[in-house]
């Protein structure tokens, strides 16, 4: 999944090995906006293309936060009356 935002452009994979395990791969100055540094490792230098893996709950905490801090100024009446993502969500 191509997931592209204010904080980022990112990639979400899941691993074979682990159903449990996803990789977010991008950029390194994406990854360390939301993630320690020390996570996030080096997949292709040419590229520039960093990864970091998570856990589904991580994973969705992570969709959370960029649902919740989209630009709405750009969409024309659109409101949004209460804050869906107030709860938490288990994966």
Known sequence: MKISSLSGSFKIIQTVKNQDELLVLGTWADLVKIFDSKR????????????????????????????????????EDFKIESPAFAQQFLA
Do not use: A, R, V
């Not at 040419?46 to 936060?65: D, T, V």
């Open 40 to 75: 996030t490792f080096c997949i292709d230098k040419k590229e520039s293309l960093f990864g970091i893996y998570l856990c589904k709950q991580e994973c969705l905490e992570l969709m959370s936060f960029l649902i919740q801090n989209i630009d709405y100024h750009e969409w």
